[in-house]
């Protein structure tokens, strides 16, 4: 399997940074300027690495592989805790748009996943796009029918 392009991997890191950037760390709470900057960024990169991405009513950002077989989910979150590390987030979601980078035929697709809100926000003291509980895996999808935030437009 091809290895991950270090270089893009850092550059990708260093421009996520740049969005929200507040003193040695970020500032993307969800559904922010900032926030919603930042989504975009990812919906760009991933189209320039050959994914399909998408958004949906809760603002989960997907990037589908087009490749055959099986998927492989993987990701983090975009948005931060206020005033958080510059990592707080990015470094999953940059590693699962890498590695998605790297596809071969002989292997299952990966398909990146940018959560929403995995942090609490202005809109919601709870996180629909996280588990609500610590250590657990987070649900591929939730429930848009529960979130009022369905008919918001994101793109």
Not at 15 to 21: A, E, F, T, V, Y
Not at 100 to 113: E, F, I, M, Q, W
Not at 114 to 122: D, K, N
């Amino acid at each position: 399997m091809p290895d991950i392009d270090a270089d893009r991997f850092l550059a990708d890191l260093g421009d996520l940074r740049q969005i929200g950037s507040y003193k040695t760390g970020v500032h993307r709470p969800a559904f922010s300027p900032q926030d919603m900057q930042a989504r975009h960024w990812l919906m760009d990169r991933m189209t320039e690495i050959g994914l399909e991405p998408s958004i949906d009513g809760i603002g989960n950002v997907y990037g589908r592989h087009l490749g055959p077989g099986p998927h492989l989910l993987i990701g983090s979150h975009i948005e931060s805790q206020n005033h958080a590390g510059w990592l707080d987030g990015a470094l999953g979601l940059v590693a699962a748009s890498s590695k998605a980078a790297t596809y071969v035929p002989a292997s299952s697709p990966v398909s990146p996943r940018s959560g929403s809100i995995a942090s609490p926000s202005p809109v919601s003291r709870t996180t629909p796009g996280a588990p609500p509980w610590p250590n657990a895996a987070a649900p591929v999808s939730p429930p848009c029918a529960c979130w009022r935030l369905s008919t918001a437009s994101f793109r």
